[in-house]
């Protein structure tokens, strides 16, 4: 089925082809279209689920945390504060093993109060043990959704699938809606490696001691640091698991191929652009012009985050002689968090590109493509570039 929806919507038909079957729902915008949606689903007998309304953000995803740990499929969604509020949760989530599948729909963070898109929210909760994708368009939201739902399972890590405010959770765009009998057979129901049953009263997540020590059967229980290396070791191998589960629905569905990073134009690129989610596409347009007026220029959509996949960044940026970080976020007080990604992961190059990093539409300030084309002209003709001091495009001081 091909419709015209806003990317909200996509993501509720990604939720309801994925059989969701409990779902806890908080109103904050610009997320609200998503979970009304799925209420509308649920309210119409289209979608066999438990839709569970809750008082707060940090409710939300308890009921998740609970519902998944009796062995339910879960999903939530939330934006910027409501995303803050949910932070002792979103840690333990990811400490318990869960797989929770929760959409944030980028907005800024207050104070002062802001109902824009930027980054800062997600990128907030990078270390959190979350697994992160982000979205470019419609399509891709829906689509990721539906993965999502598997990788998680797959590594038993919970899962953020992160997409623009506005931008694409408001706006209309075509895109496919697969059939369900296709989706059954990529996404199988959900079989926990352990479930809660009554009949079988355990505790889950009880006081860990900085050792390991005996369990209940004898057996040598790891103690809080071996849990939490046992969490890393799981994020970066799912890297490729991302890559396989990718190639799985490509399969089935005829879409995919970028599951860690989306380039375009390049190949034979002197300059790279580098940013999340749809100022990508944005970007494409640029990359346009200027190998019009002869700059061989390119872009690389970053679409997994967490775990950061730095050996398909290498492949795909090493031979460039510079790269620039657009990015709507900032680590306070040092750099922008992708743009130190990306250093960090081209600096095992033998020829390293220069890196620049640009600031840009924080609180939703109109990201100009006359303002991208200026600074990227100007890294084009750049030689390289020394300093780590962010620059910023469209800050009226």
């Known amino acids: 089925m091909h419709i015209i929806e ?14 969701a079957q409990v779902i806890a729902a908080y109103p904050i915008t610009p997320q609200t279209p998503l979970t009304e ?24 995803l308890a009921v998740c945390i609970a519902a998944s740990s009796a062995g339910a499929r879960t999903f939530t969604a939330t934006s ?9 949760q979103v840690h333990w989530a990811a400490g318990a093993r869960l797989p929770i599948v929760m959409c944030v729909v980028n907005r800024g963070i207050g104070a002062p109060w802001t109902i824009w898109n930027d980054h800062q929210d997600s990128i ?31 590594v038993s890590i919970p899962v953020m699938v992160c997409y623009d405010g506005y931008l694409l959770s408001h706006t209309y765009m075509p895109f496919d809606v697969p059939e369900a009998a296709a ?13 809660l049953d009554p009949r079988q009263p355990a505790n889950l997540n009880t006081v860990t001691l900085p050792d390991i020590r005996p369990d209940i059967r004898g ?34 569905f005829g879409r995919g191929g970028c599951p860690h990073v989306e380039p375009y134009c390049c190949d034979d690129a002197d300059v790279i652009a580098v940013c999340l989610g749809s100022l990508s596409y944005q970007l494409r347009d640029v990359v346009d012009m200027l190998r019009q007026e002869g700059f061989k220029a390119g872009v690389c959509g970053i679409r997994l985050y967490r775990p950061f996949p730095d050996e398909a960044v290498r492949d795909t940026l090493a031979k460039a002689k510079g790269i620039v970080v657009f990015e709507k976020a900032l ?24 890196v620049r990093n640009y600031i840009l539409g924080l609180g939703g300030r109109d990201i100009r493509t006359a303002d991208l084309l200026a600074a990227f002209r100007a890294s084009c003709t750049a030689t390289g570039y020394e300093t780590d001091v962010p620059e910023w495009i469209g800050l009226k001081l």
């Open 80 to 88: 910027a504060n409501g995303l803050l509020y949910m932070n002792e």
């Open 331 to 354: 680590s306070y007080g040092n750099e922008g968090a992708l743009y130190g990604d990306i250093k960090s992961a081209l600096y095992r190059c033998d020829c390293r590109p220069f």
């Open 219 to 252: 057996d040598l229980a790891p103690g809080y640091m071996e849990i939490r290396h046992n969490l890393h070791v799981d994020l970066r191998q799912a890297i490729e698991i991302v890559a396989e589960i990718d190639e799985r629905f490509k399969d089935t």
């Open 6 to 19: 806003s990317g909200n919507v996509a993501a509720a038909y990604g939720v309801k082809l994925a059989r």
């Open 183 to 195: 989706v059954d057979r990529f996404l199988p129901p959900f079989k926990p490696v352990y479930a």
């Open 37 to 60: 949606k799925l209420s509308e689903f649920v309210e119409a007998g289209e979608m066999q689920a438990e839709y569970i309304p809750v008082e707060s953000e940090h409710s939300a």
């Open 124 to 154: 907030s909760q990078r270390d959190a043990g979350w697994i992160q994708v982000y979205a470019c368009d419609h399509q891709q939201i829906i689509d990721m959704v539906i993965q999502a739902f598997l990788l998680a399972e797959t």
